[in-house]
């Protein structure tokens, strides 16, 4: 009789031959080939081998009332790959004994269109990449169609991107984190949170604190920055109600308006390079009409 329990989870081995894969499922043993794909379950498989010139081939013969059935071969460069695959195979069959008399193995087997994998959407950054990319072709062909004298207008289309890409990137990081900052000054709650410990990470003072939001639930915070005055137990933190993640601790106005000062600099610097790149841009477009 046949001992169900005796199947095992199989090992995720893979084959490949000519035309065909094959690979172990839990479902049992997956052949795709030509299109379709061939699901043999344990319970149709009488045995796999490794056969042919140098064990190179797989053999999964099926199981019959009568013998062996059907048989289906897959054809692989590595013996070892072979032989590690009917091995594999061997241990997800059923325990049958001797005698007993074996299912049609063939009405077990299934058979359809192998699934087609899902195409992975492109991600904003790459989409925005890849515009990028052809409107800086597109218009470099228009200057060398466009202009008597594109030499001069190449070197500014040029230019531009050099000017506008770590300009744009920094001005949008810089920028953003300005604009956290700045909505956790609009929409944060801030209270009084308690020091329970500091710990030193890599030659850097970590502290940790723990506070009551306003919906009464305990938090914990760990950041770089020191409680205000120094030596304080306890500290101010903002948070903002809707992301968890942002907090701020309370430090110094001095320091807070010296870091806004440099912020609104590096923003100013940033703002006029990118401006630059436009009009380089916009020069290098326009110049085989002026």
Do not use: N
């Not at 893979?14 to 094959?22: K, N, Q, T």
């Not at 009488?46 to 071969?73: F, K, M, N």
């Not at 920028?175 to 710990?199: F, M, S």
């Amino acid at each position: 009789m046949t001992d169900e329990s005796a199947i095992a989870v199989p090992p995720a081995l893979v084959l490949r031959g000519r035309g065909s894969r094959v690979q172990l499922h839990p479902q049992g043993v997956l052949l795709d080939r030509r299109g379709t794909r061939t699901t043999i379950p344990p319970t149709a498989i009488e045995r796999a081998e490794a056969t042919g010139l140098g064990g190179r081939t797989l053999r999964i013969v099926l199981t019959a009332p009568s013998g062996d059935g059907r048989t289906y071969r897959v054809r692989c460069r590595s013996a070892p790959a072979v032989r590690a695959f009917a091995a594999g195979c061997a241990t997800t069959l059923p325990v049958r004994d001797r005698d007993e008399r074996r299912p049609d193995g063939y009405a077990l087997v299934r058979t359809a269109p192998v699934p087609a994998p899902g195409r992975q959407p492109l991600s904003r950054t790459a989409r925005i990449t890849w515009a990028s990319v052809a409107l800086y072709v597109a218009g470099l062909v228009y200057i060398v169609m466009a202009a008597r004298d594109p030499a001069f207008l190449i070197f500014l289309w040029t230019l531009a991107p050099v000017i506008l890409a770590p300009s744009v990137f920094c001005l949008a990081t810089i920028g953003g984190a300005a604009l956290e900052e700045w909505g956790l000054r609009v929409r944060g709650v801030t209270v009084v949170a308690d020091v329970t410990g500091t710990k030193a990470v890599d030659g850097t003072l970590r502290y940790t604190y723990r506070y009551r939001d306003a919906d009464g639930v305990e938090r914990t915070h760990v950041s770089t920055c020191a409680p205000w005055p120094e030596g304080s137990t306890t500290a101010e933190l903002t948070y903002d109600p809707a992301h968890r993640g942002r907090v701020d601790v309370r430090g110094a106005r001095w320091k807070a308006a010296l870091l806004g000062a440099f912020v609104v600099g590096v923003l100013a610097v940033l703002t006029g390079m990118t401006l630059g790149g436009l009009c380089c841009a916009v020069l290098a477009l326009a110049g085989p009409w002026l």
